[in-house]
T-cell receptor
Framework: DVKVTQSSRYLVKRTGEKVFLECVQD?????MFWYRQDPGLGLRLIYF???????EKGDIPEGYSVSREKKERFSLILESASTNQTSMYLC?????????????FGQGTRLTVV | AQKITQTQPGMFVQEKEAVTLDCTYD???????LFWYKQPSSGEMIFLIY??????QNATEGRYSLNFQKARKSANLVISASQLGDSAMYFC????????????FGTGTRLQVTL
């Protein structure tokens, strides 16, 4: 089974802090994604990466950056956390199931910025 | 661009009854995949079922079935014989065919199963 692990289930950070959310996968997949989930808005894509040192902006990249130095690890960085970044963050890898994409998710990190 | 619409923010169903969760989509891609995920209160996203746009038959996985109506651009999830453990958030999603690329998610439907 594919395993995607996020380093923290719950985080509380102060406004202005630099925050790192870590995601590790054990299946040697190229494609890794960061989403945020908010009530009434569903999941929205922040950033994704198709390979080491490669990154692409998703739909809502403002206020975030990412790092992928190793294939198995994809980090989401909040350079200066703000209260509107309080959210649930989900890391996923995408792979082909037949001819279609399937996503495997980590357990999620609930971040609160105070 | 792809778009997923889930018009039911919340649904109630009695235990052992069947329930349909609605999902409509919009895309200009000729080939695509449709997915349903379940998110319990613990937060993890659990894959339930998928349907390829080119599949002739509707997908089924145990108590889950996907009512795929391509002309109407709908991909409703049907849960038969609901159980208390089915209480969760349900997300419909779609993605391109042939590449493990981006998925587009709907806003979700919260299902509550009652005794």
């Amino acid at each position: 089974d594919v395993k995607v692990t996020q380093s923290s289930r719950y985080l509380v950070k102060r406004t202005g802090e630099k925050v790192f959310l870590e995601c590790v996968q054990d299946m040697d997949h190229e494609n890794m994604f960061w989403y945020r989930q908010d009530p009434g808005l569903g999941l929205r894509l922040i950033y994704f990466s198709y390979d080491v040192k490669m990154k692409e902006k998703g739909d809502i990249p403002e206020g975030y950056s990412v790092s992928r130095e190793k294939k198995e690890r994809f980090s989401l960085i909040l350079e200066s956390a703000s209260t509107n970044q309080t959210s649930m963050y989900l890391c996923a890898i995408h792979s082909l199931r037949g001819r279609n994409t399937e996503a495997f998710f980590g357990q999620g990190t609930r971040l609160t910025v105070v | 661009a792809q778009k997923i619409t889930q018009t039911q923010p919340g649904m109630f169903v009695q235990e052992k009854e069947a329930v349909t969760l609605d999902c409509t989509y919009d895309t200009s891609d000729p080939s695509y995949g449709l997915f349903w995920y379940k998110q319990p209160s613990s937060g993890e996203m659990i894959f339930l079922i998928y349907q390829g746009s080119y599949d002739q038959q509707n997908a089924t996985e145990g108590r889950y079935s996907l009512n795929f109506q391509k002309a109407r651009k709908s991909a409703n999830l049907v849960i038969s014989a609901s159980q208390l453990g089915d209480s969760a958030m349900y997300f419909c999603a779609m993605g391109p065919t042939g590449t493990a690329s981006k998925l587009t998610f709907g806003t979700g439907t919260r299902l509550q199963v009652t005794l």
